[in-house]
């Protein structure tokens, strides 16, 4: 079994903080455990398609997203909460044309696509309760309650299955966000909360940074605003006099200050290879807050 800890990325716990990502309730840890797939080989995008259209054919044979969608009745078709166009509900929240229905266009999906329609549906999931059957014209099975909270458990430990087997490294939080996993022996510093008593300085900035760089569809642009944000995080440590030894914190500015992140000027570095380095920066620089913060909480206990 696989435990992912989804701590700050993923306890949400406050309906008001739904769709707030970087304005979590995190009064408590969630830990999800989610069973781990064994495989000598792993899948391709293709085969992921055909796997998430099964997980989605048989939820919503189940009802899952019928609260969504709405649903046929022999008495008159009743809209769900994505409206009577369901086509131009999805582009509004995904930005993204002719991905809707899923079976229409699944064989068509890039990546993108796909893990975007993967957290659409998350979104848009709930279990159904008080189900029946109407049988009036063989009419079929309708729901009257939803449990959305349940729902997205179920779809999130579906979908994390999925993932888990696919040949690229990502996994879904319980958000229903999907990241791009941190290399071997860098989880921690993704899991590990920040926890510095300044969430506004500095714990906020943090996630949304991790939120920013890791996110499947993050830009080179997106990641050089999520290595800023990092580095704005250390000069505020700095104005408050917390810093590494002398020669570290030197060395430490000299990146930030020596590359394209910041204060644009001709010296700067700029002509490097992105993403290799903008990778190093950001694990470089999230493992000196981690330090610093570790030390600072230390200082203050003596």
């Known amino acids: 079994m696989k435990i992912y800890f989804l701590g700050h990325l993923t306890c949400r716990l406050n309906a008001e903080n739904r769709h707030k990502p970087h304005r979590r309730s995190c009064e408590r840890r969630i830990f999800i455990t989610v069973p781990t797939i064994y495989r000598l080989h792993k899948y391709d995008l293709e085969m992921l398609k055909r796997l998430f259209l099964n997980v989605y054919s048989k939820l919503e044979s189940e009802l899952y997203f019928q609260e969504a969608t709405g649903y046929y009745c022999t008495d008159g078709s009743v809209i769900g909460k994505l409206g009577q166009d369901i086509e131009v509900e999805v582009y509004i929240e995904t930005g993204l044309n002719n991905v ?28 159904p309760e008080n189900k029946y059957f109407h049988s009036w014209n063989n009419c079929g099975w309708h729901a009257t309650k939803f449990d959305k909270v349940k729902g997205q458990t179920i779809y999130f430990e579906e979908i994390s299955k999925l993932l888990e087997g696919f040949e690229e490294p990502y996994r879904m939080t319980y958000e229903g966000i999907i990241f791009r996993e941190a290399p071997s022996g860098l989880e921690e510093l993704i899991e590990e909360p920040i926890e510095s008593g300044e969430p506004e300085n500095v714990d906020d900035r943090v996630q949304y940074a991790i939120t920013k760089f890791l996110k499947f569809d993050s830009t080179l642009p997106e990641k050089k605003d999520a290595i800023r944000t990092l580095s704005d995080v250390l000069e505020y440590y700095k104005q408050q006099d917390i810093r590494l030894p002398k020669r570290d914190d030197s060395d430490l500015f000299r990146i930030i200050n020596g590359f394209d992140i910041r204060h644009h000027n001709k ?19 999230l493992a000196s807050i981690h330090v610093l913060t570790k030390l600072h909480k230390e200082d203050a206990e003596l």
Not at 267 to 284: A, D, R, V
Request: glycine content about 2%.
């Open 267 to 285: 010296e700067q570095q700029g002509e490097y290879s992105n993403e290799i380095w903008y990778e190093w920066m950001f694990y470089t620089f």
């Open 100 to 127: 809707w229905p899923i079976r229409e266009h699944i064989d068509d999906y890039d990546k993108i696509e796909l893990f975007t329609m993967m957290e659409f549906l998350f979104n848009n999931t709930s279990y």
